[in-house]
């Protein structure tokens, strides 16, 4: 018999670490763009999305396994509150550190088209203002980063409800991320774009995909926390 207590561990991994991946991608965008490298930070996004995508599906399946394994409920709400939490905590660091990870970034663009400049470009990083809130960029993430997040949590609980019916439950993300996307796709993917082509004075676009995540991310946790605490 299969001890569920050593499939959490797995779940919270891999949910966290596709969070962490989604947002080294942004950085490593913005990183080629500031070296002319769009071409180039296009294909470092790719290598990372794989390894996001790999962790979904580790991610996934062990879900499930836990479903059939008769995991309660009240477990799958308290893992997913940890994770969020988890998700804040690390991407806010990230954040914090994100000057060293461009520098990072930059040299990897390098490193992909065998260049021999060692120049230093002094990235200007953008302060966060409360007022950013209202810009179309952070609330559209927000509403993307929340969404995808509840559409690959939220089948998994109501599975473990509703046992009789856990496959096709499962199977809810894809329809609740749908909206996700087009929103992803048609608003976030073209300011990204065009933010990318310009010659930006500083890293205010980071600022704003990546603070309304973090925003997200504390949303995410208080939520299940509220419905864990109630449950």
């Known amino acids: 018999m299969i001890n569920e207590y050593y499939l959490i561990p797995i779940v919270w991994f891999g949910l966290l670490l596709s969070i962490i991946i ?23 996004s790719q290598v990372l999305m ?7 599906v580790m991610f996934l399946p062990v879900s499930a396994l836990l479903v059939d394994l008769g995991t309660k409920t009240i477990t799958f709400i308290s893992l997913y509150s940890i994770t969020a939490l ?7 660091f990230i954040f914090i550190h994100r000057k060293r990870l461009y520098i990072f970034f930059m040299k990897k663009v390098r490193d992909v088209v065998s260049s021999s400049d060692e120049q230093v470009i002094n990235i200007h990083l953008y302060k966060f203002n ?16 929340s969404i995808n997040i509840i559409g690959l949590t939220l089948p998994i609980i109501a599975s473990s409800v509703y046992t009789g019916y856990s496959t ?7 329809f609740i991320n749908v909206f996700a996307t087009l ?42 926390t509220l419905w864990a605490i109630n449950t």
């Open 168 to 174: 096709s439950l499962s199977h809810l993300g894809g």
């Open 50 to 56: 794989l390894l996001s995508r790999l962790s979904v």
């Open 86 to 92: 988890s998700m804040f905590v690390f991407v806010l």
């Open 130 to 145: 409360i007022k950013d809130c209202k810009d179309v960029i952070f609330f559209s993430c927000f509403i993307v980063s």
């Open 22 to 44: 989604d947002n080294l991608i942004v950085l490593a965008r913005y990183s080629a763009s500031v070296l002319k490298s769009n071409a180039v930070g296009a294909y470092l």
């Open 183 to 224: 929103v992803n796709t048609f608003v976030l993917e073209r300011k990204m774009s065009i933010s990318f082509e310009k010659d930006e004075p500083n890293d205010r676009i980071i600022v704003l995909l990546t603070s309304s995540r973090i925003f997200s991310y504390a949303f995410i946790f208080f939520c299940y």
